[in-house]
């Protein structure tokens, strides 16, 4: 049995449509200035389906590790908004990658990548995969009222992937914190055929607040500090909560991976969105920590620490080490 796994590629992908905040004030009650001073967000992309940027980012990580799709054994799929209530949209892009092995989705909205991840390195461990293509993809602006300012400002699409591969001689995984406050499971919600509604304030509020319990539970775990963390990836639901919650913590901003200026809320795909912005701008090195934390709809959320293993210096030496190389069969 695999002792553990790493992460050995990372990929994204984000719809071509640019909606800035212009472009929203010019036809909702709103301000470039609220939607800057209330979420920290400038811009997001709206359009294309799950199974397109689930695909296009998993093809990109994939690339990355050096994997082809005949070599993954299993992909899980975190998205709130598949394509179809059935079949699960992790058929689809299992489809489309060509990939081996099994397939299934994993819905905790906003923290669904960090209980893939979990699962998937569960996977590994109990001898079912070696290689695991995570996939985290969702279209918020689906369940959004495109005339409620409210939440059109802060929900979007995208998607992030990253590839895990089985590693004898490294744990990988250190530590994770698994949660949902099932009672206060109405504070965010989308009926079928319906739109998102959400009570912001008290959702802000719990985000904060569970973040920060999460991530300490997490590294209480791993028997880490904040101090050991080279870097925090938090839910990208809005900047002041993610200062907040590094500033309680005692993390640094230029130790946060942040993408929500960019991106809005695309509550599945933010962690690996942000997670692939880091790796890609060669802010993570070998044996670096990462806490990666989740919070959102159910009120769930999910924090783990995982130790990384690659190189992500962009030029030659960079990319996969040892035997997860590309010319393996
Ligand atoms: O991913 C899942 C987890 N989700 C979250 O973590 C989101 C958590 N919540 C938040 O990020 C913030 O609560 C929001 C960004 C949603 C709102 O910020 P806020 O500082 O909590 O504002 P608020 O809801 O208290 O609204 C303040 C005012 C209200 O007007 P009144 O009642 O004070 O007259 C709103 O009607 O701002 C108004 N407002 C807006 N004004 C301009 C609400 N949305 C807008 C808007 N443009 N887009």
């Known amino acids: 049995m695999p002792a553990g796994a790493v992460i050995t590629g990372w990929g994204s992908a984000l719809p071509d449509n640019v909606v800035t905040n212009a472009d929203l004030e010019a036809r909702l009650d709103t301000t470039d200035e609220w939607i800057v001073t209330r979420s920290g967000i400038r811009e997001r992309r709206i359009g294309g389906s799950v199974s397109a940027l689930a695909t296009e980012a998993g093809r990109r990580a994939l690339e990355r590790a050096g994997v082809s799709p005949a070599q993954v054994e299993l992909l899980v799929l975190a998205t709130c908004t598949p394509d179809l209530a059935v079949p699960a949209t992790s058929a689809a892009v299992h489809h489309a990658l060509g990939l081996s092995g099994g397939a299934f989705d994993v819905n905790a909205a906003c923290s669904g990548f960090v209980y893939a991840l979990v699962a998937a390195y569960g996977a590994v ?115 002041r909560i993610i200062e907040a919650a590094a500033n309680r913590l005692g993390i640094p901003m230029d130790r946060v991976a942040v993408v929500v200026d960019r991106t809005g809320n695309t509550s599945s795909a933010s962690v690996p969105l942000a997670l692939a912005a880091a790796a890609d701008a060669g802010r993570l090195g070998p044996g670096d920590l990462v806490l990666m934390t989740g919070f959102g709809a159910g009120m769930a959320w999910a924090s783990a620490v995982v130790r990384w293993a690659v190189d992500t210096t962009p030029g030659p030496g960079s990319g996969p080490r040892g035997a997860s190389g590309a010319s393996e069969p």
């Open 125 to 239: 461990s109990a001898g079912a995969a070696r290689r695991v293509l995570l996939i985290g993809a969702d279209c918020v602006s689906l369940l959004t009222d495109p005339d409620d300012r409210a939440t059109a400002v802060l929900f979007a699409d995208g998607a992030g992937a990253v590839v895990l591969e089985a590693d004898d001689d490294d744990d990988g995984l250190l530590a994770v914190d698994l949660g949902v406050d099932g009672s206060a499971h109405d504070l965010l919600t989308c009926a079928h055929g319906g739109t998102m509604v959400m009570e912001g304030k008290e959702v802000f509020r719990r985000a904060v607040r569970v973040t920060v319990e999460s991530a300490t539970k997490a590294l209480d775990r791993a028997e880490l500090a904040p101090g050991d963390i080279a870097l925090f990836v938090p839910h990208q639901a809005n900047l």
